[in-house]
Structure formats: structure tokens, C-alpha cells
């Protein structure tokens, strides 16, 4: 069973059409929730840390939240330049960072 | 500011050839390094990990190994690579466990 899971797996977008992608997690006791942007061929990006549940973190058209369950990176009037894989991994105290599988994200003009 | 190099960035090779692959990270001291493996629709799988030199610390059985010989240098090694070593490999760096991690640019390996 998968700790981290993401959702959707893909989302196509028009340009400017703001959405939302989910990052539910299953860990107990989490010790920090990270976001992570990768395009193709290239390393991941580190763009958020959330910490407690509440917590919201904001860059450009990016905003993250988190609650005791799930977070959510919602993007707000996206580009063609935000098009992207979205990584979220989670903490859990004396653990290895566990990532899910990501969203891929396709904005169109 | 840190900086983090991976080299080669891609490579292709025989199966049952030998493999390294090194990760060098810039601009800070005694960071924590890893080592991981992503593969299509399989997500970012940590191999190694290591909060010093000479320790390491393995997440996955399988033929490949890594070495930490300096403060800021990070190798993953094999003896003879398997057609299944092939995927993408990343390092990454971060100031302590648990803080983000900051990835290299990756090294695209493919066994032939």
C-alpha cells in the first residue's frame, strides 16, 4: 500500500484555468510534507516544506497547504511554463523521505 | 550558494560492465547525501544514503554499491551492471534528515 499517493496522475490545462493537485499520505507522526517540481530529464526543483497542518506556503502562481491527511498545490492562472511533473514526499520521523508518484501537469495556450 | 554536479550526465553500457557514477556537492560542509533511482511510473526509489564520510547506509538489496570517500563526494558503484540498473539516477544533498533535499541535474543510465 502506498503511503504517498497523488492524484490525478496527469491534468491538462488551458492557460489561465486555475486547479488543484492532492498529495494524501497515510505516515503517522509527520515530520514535514515537501514540494518538489521536476521537468523532463531534469532533477526535481524543492519549491515547499509544510510543516503542521494549517501551514500554507505561496511562490508566484503556486500556493500549498496542508491538513492532517492530504495537501494541496493549487495553481492559480497557470502558464505553459508551470507544465511539469509535481512532486509531493512526506517525513516521518527516523524515515527516509518517501515521494509519491507525481502529477504531470500539461498548460496549453 | 550550493551547488550540486553529477557526471556523466548520460551513459550507456554493457550488461555485466562495471558502473561509477559521482555526485560532488559545492558550498557547504557535512551535508547528508543520497543516491536514488527513478524509474517510469515507479516514482523516486532512495538506494543509499549518508550523514558522513564512510557511512553509508542501504535502502534496497540489489549489485550496486556507494562510497563516501570525502566530505562533499558521493559514488555509486557496480561490478557488473544488470539490464534492470537502467533508469534515471539522482543525487541529492540536504543539511540534515528530514530537512528538503536539493537534487542534481541526474544521470540517465541505460544497460544494454
Known amino acids: 500500500e502506498d503511503q504517498v499517493t497523488q492524484s490525478p496522475e496527469a491534468l491538462r490545462l488551458q492557460e489561465g484555468e486555475s486547479s488543484s493537485l492532492n498529495c494524501s499520505y497515510t505516515v503517522s507522526g509527520l515530520r514535514g510534507l515537501f514540494w518538489y517540481r521536476q521537468d523532463p530529464g531534469k532533477g526535481p526543483e524543492f519549491l515547499f516544506t509544510?510543516?503542521?497542518a494549517g501551514e500554507e506556503k505561496e511562490k508566484e502562481r503556486l500556493k500549498a497547504t496542508l491538513t492532517k491527511k492530504e495537501s494541496f498545490l493549487h495553481i492559480t492562472a497557470p502558464k505553459p511554463e508551470d507544465s511539469a511533473t509535481y512532486l509531493c514526499a512526506v517525513y516521518q520521523a527516523g524515515t527516509a523521505l518517501i515521494f509519491g508518484k507525481g502529477t504531470t501537469l500539461s498548460v496549453s495556450s | 550558494s550550493q551547488t550540486i554536479h553529477q557526471w556523466p550526465a548520460t551513459l550507456v553500457q554493457p550488461v555485466g560492465s562495471p558502473l561509477s557514477l559521482e555526485c560532488t556537492v559545492e558550498?557547504?560542509?557535512?551535508?547528508?547525501l543520497y543516491w536514488y533511482r527513478q524509474a517510469a511510473g515507479r516514482g523516486l526509489q532512495l538506494l543509499f544514503y549518508s550523514v558522513g564520510i564512510g557511512q553509508i547506509s542501504s535502502e534496497v538489496p540489489q549489485n550496486l554499491s556507494a562510497s563516501r570517500p570525502q566530505d562533499r563526494q558521493f559514488i555509486l558503484s557496480s561490478k557488473k551492471l544488470l539490464l534492470s540498473d537502467s533508469g534515471f539516477y539522482l543525487c541529492?544533498?540536504?543539511?540534515?534528515?528530514?530537512?528538503?533535499?536539493?537534487f542534481g541535474p541526474g544521470t540517465r543510465l541505460t544497460v544494454t
Open positions: 541529492a544533498w540536504s543539511r540534515r534528515q528530514g530537512l528538503e533535499q536539493y
Open positions: 509544510l510543516y503542521s
Open positions: 558550498g557547504t560542509s557535512n551535508p547528508n
